[in-house]
Nanobody
Framework: QVQLVESGGGLVHAGGSLRLSCAAS????????MGWYRQAPGKQRELVATITSGGTTNYADSVKGRFTISRDNAKKMVYLQMNSLKPEDTAVYYCNGDLVQRDNLWTRTRNYWGQGTQVTVPS
């Protein structure tokens, strides 16, 4: 079974740091673009950061200069380093990615979501 699993969330006071990890597992041939999203209570899920297979990154304006997305292709992992955390960062953070599977003559790319990990920054 192919899946993404997040870890590293928790409660951190304003100004603190956390590093989120996302592990891809299962029969994965390759991994394309990966991203982190977040959803606060009563709000829409929003893009936080993305990283392509070649390492090109994009960030939401609200996290630029504070968050860094990275990946380790050998370990099939993607990370989100979060510094200078603010109460506005409180949300469930979700890992997302396009994972490629191979079966005999075919390859198949599907989009996957992790189950989410809670990040809480008290005001």
């Amino acid at each position: 079974q192919v899946q993404l699993v997040e870890s590293g969330g928790g409660l951190v006071h304003a100004g603190g740091s956390l590093r989120l990890s996302c592990a891809a597992s299962g029969n994965i041939f390759s991994i394309n673009t990966m991203g982190w999203y977040r959803q606060a209570p009563g709000k829409q899920r929003e893009l936080v950061a993305t990283i392509t297979s070649g390492g090109t990154t994009n960030y939401a304006d609200s996290v630029k200069g504070r968050f860094t997305i990275s990946r380790d292709n050998a370990k099939k992992m993607v990370y989100l380093q979060m510094n200078s955390l603010k109460p506005e960062d409180t949300a469930v953070y979700y890992c997302n990615g396009d994972l490629v599977q191979r079966d005999n003559l075919w390859t198949r790319t599907r989009n996957y979501w992790g189950q989410g990990t809670q990040v809480t920054v008290p005001s």
